[in-house]
């Protein structure tokens, strides 16, 4: 053990003696450059990482920045649906407002409720004995529009269904016996 580390390194070759440090003169105690251990105009080397270690680390970064940049696209994917979703919603809304305008048969005096199922809940409509007589008769339809139910003529429902099915209510089918999906014939009243 008489050669220390450093002396079998540089006997090896892998490290080579550096120059001796120059003085500028006498560093004084306190003074920001005694505080310095490394001298001006000289920066400490990093020590390397190893080419594998540097590598996997670029990898990382890469996989991090590919899936940050996947994350926003899916995501300004995901908006521009919503947005597609909403103005196509509205279009058919606008849509079926204009159609429906005017056309609702509903009456003020109308003292007959007509029951039907509804998204899943019993609904009702007032009507008169004669629109009761063409509602079951399949003449007349129900249309939801704004949270009420309006009583339109076949034609206008047939249209509201091809817009947006899911707006119209009730329409019977008039090559149908009587008697609803539940068993129940249509013009019962309950």
């Known amino acids: ?22 003085t500028r003169g ?3 105690p306190g003074s920001p450059q005694a505080d310095k251990s490394v001298p001006k105009g000289r920066r400490p080397q990093a020590q390397q990482p190893s080419r ?6 670029i990898d990382l970064a890469k996989a991090y920045a590919l899936r940050a940049q996947t994350e926003v696209k899916e995501r300004k994917q995901a908006e521009q ?14 849509k ?14 109308a003292d007959q409720p007509r029951n039907f199922e509804y998204g899943g ?11 009761l007589a063409a509602l079951n008769a399949g003449e007349l339809g129900v249309v939801q529009q704004a949270g009420r139910y309006l009583l ?6 047939e249209q509201v ?5 899911h707006l119209l209510a009730l329409l019977v089918d008039p090559g149908a016996d009587g008697i609803g999906d539940d068993g129940v014939p249509d013009d019962l009243m309950w």
């Open 1 to 22: 053990m008489a050669d220390s580390l450093r002396d079998q390194l540089l006997k090896s070759g892998i490290v080579k003696q550096a120059p001796p440090e120059r």
């Open 161 to 165: 269904r091809e817009i947006d099915a």
């Open 81 to 94: 649906a919503a947005a597609e979703q909403a103005r196509v919603k509205r279009e058919r809304k606008q």
């Open 96 to 109: 079926i407002q204009k159609l429906l305008e005017g056309k609702a048969l509903n009456t003020a005096d």
């Open 121 to 131: 809940k019993i609904r009702r409509v007032y009507v008169d004995t004669a629109q």
């Open 26 to 28: 006498p560093r004084r």
């Open 152 to 157: 339109v003529n076949r034609e206008v429902a």
């Open 52 to 57: 594998q270690q540097s590598q996997e680390e």
